[in-house]
């Protein structure tokens, strides 16, 4: 599967190094060229979220958590599950045909709390910088003021998860007073340990 036919929405079946790989970059995989306007923006996030919503989905079955974690994770689930009716009904009042859900393998990410917390930590930070670095892309700003609104969530996702790894404040719960988009050096840095 190429790059192209990913960030078009033509992806039936994700290996797992993609699925991680999609994930942590988001919008880095993207160029401008690749939208021709916000429908297949939104459709790009839609197909993301997918990924998201299913490594939440799978996680949470898989990996025991007790307490605030069970609590959180579980919220987190379903914020992503809502991310993805969110984009789809949006894609679909705007006259556009939202992306499927494709097959994902997430590999050994599931192995046990530390792996699924780790990686979960991972892709909600990647994943805020990478919806700052999507706001170019949109036009319509009422579309803007939406992706505005899980990208938020995203960072608080991040937060919450940094805090049950009892990271420290600054550089694990918090990555610092003001939000950058992620390069994709920086992409393929926090990706790295995951991939086989």
Avoid: C
């Avoid at 297949?40 to 079955?61: D, I, P, S, T, W």
């Avoid at 992306?99 to 050994?108: C, I, R």
């Avoid at 892709?123 to 319509?140: P, S």
């Avoid at 007073?177 to 995951?194: G, I, M, R, S, W």
Wanted: proline share 4%.
């Amino acid at each position: 599967m190429s790059r192209q036919d990913f960030v078009k929405g033509q992806a039936t079946d994700v290996k797992p190094a993609m699925a991680l790989g999609a994930l942590n970059n988001r919008w880095a995989l993207a160029q401008q060229g690749d939208f021709a306007d916000d429908i297949e923006v939104l459709n790009y996030a839609l197909l993301l979220e997918h990924l998201e919503a299913e490594f939440y989905r799978q996680g949470n079955k898989a990996v025991f958590l007790g307490g605030f974690e069970f609590i959180y994770l579980r919220q987190v689930e379903k914020d992503e599950a809502f991310h993805v009716k969110f984009l789809a009904d949006t894609i679909t009042k705007l006259g556009g045909t939202p992306v499927a859900k494709p097959e994902v393998d997430f590999g050994g990410a599931f192995e046990n709390r530390e792996s699924y917390l780790t990686t979960s930590h991972t892709f909600e930070n990647v994943g805020v910088g990478a919806y700052l670095g999507a706001a170019g892309f949109i036009k319509d700003k009422t579309i803007l003021q939406a992706a505005a609104g899980i990208f938020g969530v995203e960072a608080r996702h991040a937060a919450v998860v940094g805090n049950l790894l009892g990271l420290p404040a600054e550089g694990g719960v918090y990555m610092g007073a003001l939000e950058t988009p992620k390069t994709k050096a920086e992409v393929l840095a926090a990706v790295d340990p995951f991939l086989p």
